[in-house]
């Protein structure tokens, strides 16, 4: 499976982007998804999951109010809405098909960055 992640981009503190998360060579909708987070010089952090059929969602702390996570099956795509962007929203984004009900990862697609100026 290869996991495509783009929206990611240069904006100002306040604005907003859509990540989106693109799958192909396997069929996203018997899994749930997540959203993670690597700033520079700090370790990766999960910051969001959605369940298979997209009832359920989860997230981190720092980013609730601020971030929907959402999936669309039929296009097999997860998306990442970001709001009110903050500096330190700065990093690189990936998305993530995750084992089972907990935070492991089985396969991590590859990020895009997302850069936030104050």
């Known amino acids: 499976v290869q996991l495509q992640a783009s929206g990611g981009g240069l904006v100002q503190a306040g604005g907003s982007l859509r990540l989106s998360c693109a799958a192909s060579?396997?069929?996203?909708?018997?899994?749930?998804m997540g959203w993670f987070r690597q700033a520079p010089g700090k370790d990766r952090e999960f910051v969001a999951s959605?369940?298979?059929?997209?009832?359920?969602?989860y997230y981190v702390d720092s980013v609730k109010g601020r971030f929907t996570i959402s999936r669309d099956n039929a296009k097999n795509t997860v998306y990442l809405q970001i709001n009110s962007l903050k500096p330190e929203d700065t990093a690189v984004y990936y998305c993530?098909?995750?084992?089972?009900?907990?935070?492991?990862?089985?396969?991590w697609g590859q990020g895009t960055l997302v850069t936030v100026s104050s």
């Open positions: 060579g396997r069929t996203l909708s018997s899994y749930r």
């Open positions: 993530a098909i995750l084992r089972g009900n907990s935070r492991q990862v089985d396969y």
């Open positions: 959605i369940s298979v059929s997209g009832g359920s969602t």
